[in-house]
């Protein structure tokens, strides 16, 4: 008797999973065929956890749908008894960076402590949070760091030309950042162009943009206590 009901239980597991899957494929061709110009193409949909649901993903950005299709919500969704950001965590995930993969030659490197921690990060010398982000890193001790200098900013990049010419790219970039004291002007080649180019493939829209080791992105300032918190979870 166990064994039936179990049997049966299994069957309309993967019977109800099949539909979802159908479901999601219908909402991928619909939106793709006739909505494309509204909210650009679709990569994938899946099912929320949120009954009758799905998730759509489109580009760097998820929107959600009902089964039928009759609306799309631009929005946050959140499991209000585990208090969590369910959209944000799935943004980590699905838009995380292989970050074996990142072209580190074109970062300043720095060492910090025994540097077994690991994290890049998109910054700008003209930007204040970024400044602000150096503080804070200031207290975060045994880390390797990848600066990919990303001059979006208004004179931003003279800036960056005279750090990466400088004989230590990195004491330049901390005497600037954390002391106000500008380098020398440079007249050595840079790899600006191609860092920018990186921004657009990995759709960085504003510095700092943080890319720990597991490839997740945080767009944006993170106090030291949280520093320490993601580099030791992704320590592990």
């Not at 943004?91 to 580190?104: G, I, N």
């Given at each position: 008797m166990f064994k039936t009901l179990l049997l049966l239980l299994l069957s309309f597991s993967f019977v109800h999973a099949a539909e979802a899957d159908q479901t999601a494929a219908a909402i991928k061709d619909n939106l793709n065929k006739n909505y494309e110009q509204l909210i650009g193409p679709v990569d994938q949909v899946n099912k929320s956890p949120m009954p009758d649901l799905y998730e759509v993903v489109t580009g760097d950005h998820i929107f959600y749908t009902d089964k039928g299709m009759?609306?799309?919500?631009?929005?946050?969704?959140?499991?209000?008894?585990?208090?969590?950001?369910?959209?944000?965590?799935?943004?980590?995930?699905?838009?995380a960076v292989d970050f074996s993969k990142l072209p580190l030659e074109l970062a300043v490197k720095k060492v910090k402590g025994n540097g077994k921690r690991k994290m890049a990060y998109f910054t700008d010398p003209n930007c204040g949070y970024c400044k602000k982000l150096e503080h804070e890193l200031q207290n975060v001790t045994d880390v390797t760091l990848y600066l990919f200098l990303y001059p979006i900013f208004d004179g931003s990049a003279e800036k960056v030309r005279a750090i990466w010419c400088s004989d230590d790219k990195a004491k330049a970039w901390d005497n600037l950042m954390l002391n106000g004291v500008q380098p020398a002007p440079g007249k050595c080649d840079t790899p600006s162009d191609k860092v920018l180019a990186l921004g657009k493939k990995l759709k960085?829209?504003?510095?700092?943009?943080?890319?720990?080791?597991?490839?997740?992105v945080n767009p944006g300032y993170m106090p030291a206590a949280d520093l320490e918190k993601a580099l030791d979870d992704n320590a592990k």
């Amino acid at each position: 008797m166990f064994k039936t009901l179990l049997l049966l239980l299994l069957s309309f597991s993967f019977v109800h999973a099949a539909e979802a899957d159908q479901t999601a494929a219908a909402i991928k061709d619909n939106l793709n065929k006739n909505y494309e110009q509204l909210i650009g193409p679709v990569d994938q949909v899946n099912k929320s956890p949120m009954p009758d649901l799905y998730e759509v993903v489109t580009g760097d950005h998820i929107f959600y749908t009902d089964k039928g299709m009759h609306y799309l919500i631009d929005g946050s969704l959140f499991d209000l008894k585990a208090r969590r950001n369910i959209t944000e965590a799935r943004s980590r995930q699905l838009f995380a960076v292989d970050f074996s993969k990142l072209p580190l030659e074109l970062a300043v490197k720095k060492v910090k402590g025994n540097g077994k921690r690991k994290m890049a990060y998109f910054t700008d010398p003209n930007c204040g949070y970024c400044k602000k982000l150096e503080h804070e890193l200031q207290n975060v001790t045994d880390v390797t760091l990848y600066l990919f200098l990303y001059p979006i900013f208004d004179g931003s990049a003279e800036k960056v030309r005279a750090i990466w010419c400088s004989d230590d790219k990195a004491k330049a970039w901390d005497n600037l950042m954390l002391n106000g004291v500008q380098p020398a002007p440079g007249k050595c080649d840079t790899p600006s162009d191609k860092v920018l180019a990186l921004g657009k493939k990995l759709k960085v829209n504003g510095t700092p943009a943080l890319i720990f080791a597991n490839g997740q992105v945080n767009p944006g300032y993170m106090p030291a206590a949280d520093l320490e918190k993601a580099l030791d979870d992704n320590a592990k």
